[in-house]
């Protein structure tokens, strides 16, 4: 497909949807992107907020995308005249990964209302504008309750769904493929974990909750034994987010292979005991010991919770599945999928702590690139020289800033005794403390929006190192910024920072 072509992207808010919203803009070409207000954001906010997050993931600005506030479930999509005129003159393909993500059925009727008429919906529309080109995100596990090698041609074996996720997916696959007009290609991931480089992911489930679970037990300065009922035998098939999207874009670039069903997934499942030994050497898992499928005889409190809390997964680990590569492999023979190993898995451990599981994310803020930048490295120098509690710290002091999110950074500084703090981008050399925190909770510090106090006990600011002098300076911090808000008058450009007005 020739980069100057447009396309329609859906699902673009949810992990693997950005990562291809990602990846389309950096390729150039234009892209149109569904997205529908929610109780908590408009429509063009959510899109800011992906952006912030492609550009912040690459470090770089990319195009913007083309917003079309709509949504999926809606006749049309809920799109306007302008929306549907930009799409009949430059969209020559959609890529559907919108999903609902619902094991059980909800009450509003998920999640077959997005699944399946929200597919039914998009085909009708693609249908009126002509665009006959259609790349349909479905999962490997349509395949349903069954054991062994499940085909790329296959889908209804007559075995039947685990779930109301799975009877949705298949449901929508097998309306995209029967549906008049239009050529399908079909793209079936197994269980997508965060990005092999960064660890990154907003969505925790099947993997994560198992992998929280051991983190939870490890804490405890009590091992508690943990009985569970599999072999360690049982195989699973975990891919990276970041090549399920590379993988999909290269298959959107060869036409000829279009047409066809693709297994996202490992070319070799992995045993859940070889899973166990790799997080084994990141965490102390000494109390978990498999038992067999048969049961637990006379479980304790801790295992019925288990049992209770995960009973969505329990047929996912004991599926055995062996989903045949054999188009993905013929058609991308030099893009194997990375292996899960101790780094992987390290670094998907590391950003899911520090995440907190997504339990404390919210909706960051839009935080403009220049800002936190331009407070360390002249606002705060210039304040710094004007307070007396810089010399309060301890003599020659060394910590560190780590800002994450787009736009964020880290950033080194030197302070104490006769001295006024110094700042460096980067860490130069091992700090005594170091505080993680993301953009937009940063900004909010600066402002006067929220005490550091307060960022603490939620959680909002992690200190690593020296916990006594992280406190200290805490305290310290809190003062300077009350009094650098208060007592000292600021240039224009800073008074927009620091008042969260700066142009974006």
Known sequence: MSATQGLFLTGASGLLGRYLLRDLLASGRPVGVLVRDSSAASAA????????????????????????????????????????????????????????????????????????????????????????????????????DRRGLVREDELDCGRGSKNAYEQSKFAAEELVRQFPGIQATIYRPSVIVGDSRT????????FYRFLELAVRLSARRQRLALRLPLTGAETQNLVPVDWVARALLTLLDRPRW????YHLAAWQAIRLDEIKNILAELLPLEGTQWVGPEGLPDPTPLEQLVLEEFQDYWSYLRSNLDFDCRNTRQTLPDLPPPRFDRKLAARLLEFAQADNWGRQRGRSPVVPSSECAYYLECILPQQARQSSLVRALPHDFHFALDIRGPNGGQWSFRCGGAEVLTV?????????????????????????RQSAQQAFLDGQIEIEGDVEKALLLA????????????????????????????SR
Not at 258 to 261: D, N
């Open 45 to 144: 906010e959510r899109l800011a907020e992906l952006q912030d997050f492609c550009e912040g993931s690459l470090r770089r600005s990319l195009p913007r995308p083309v917003l079309l506030a709509g949504d999926l479930r809606a006749p049309g999509l809920g799109l306007g005249t302008a929306e549907r005129h930009w799409l009949a003159r430059h969209a020559r393909a959609v890529i559907h990964s919108a999903a609902y993500v619902s094991y059980q059925p909800t009450p509003d009727g998920e999640p077959w209302q997005t699944n399946v008429l929200g597919t039914r919906r998009l085909l009708e529309l693609c249908q009126t504008l002509g665009i006959t080109q259609v790349h349909h995100l479905s999962t490997a596990f349509v395949c349903g």
């Open 199 to 206: 660890g990154y992911t907003c969505s925790y489930h099947h």
């Open 258 to 261: 279009h047409g066809r069903t």
């Open 424 to 448: 460096e981008r980067g860490l130069r050399s091992i700090p005594e403390v170091i505080y993680r925190i993301d953009a937009g909770t940063f900004l909010s510090l600066v402002r006067g």
């Open 475 to 502: 305290a310290l911090i809190e003062q300077f910024l009350a009094e650098s808000r208060s007592e000292h008058q600021p240039s224009k450009p800073a008074r927009d920072v620091l008042a969260g007005t700066a």
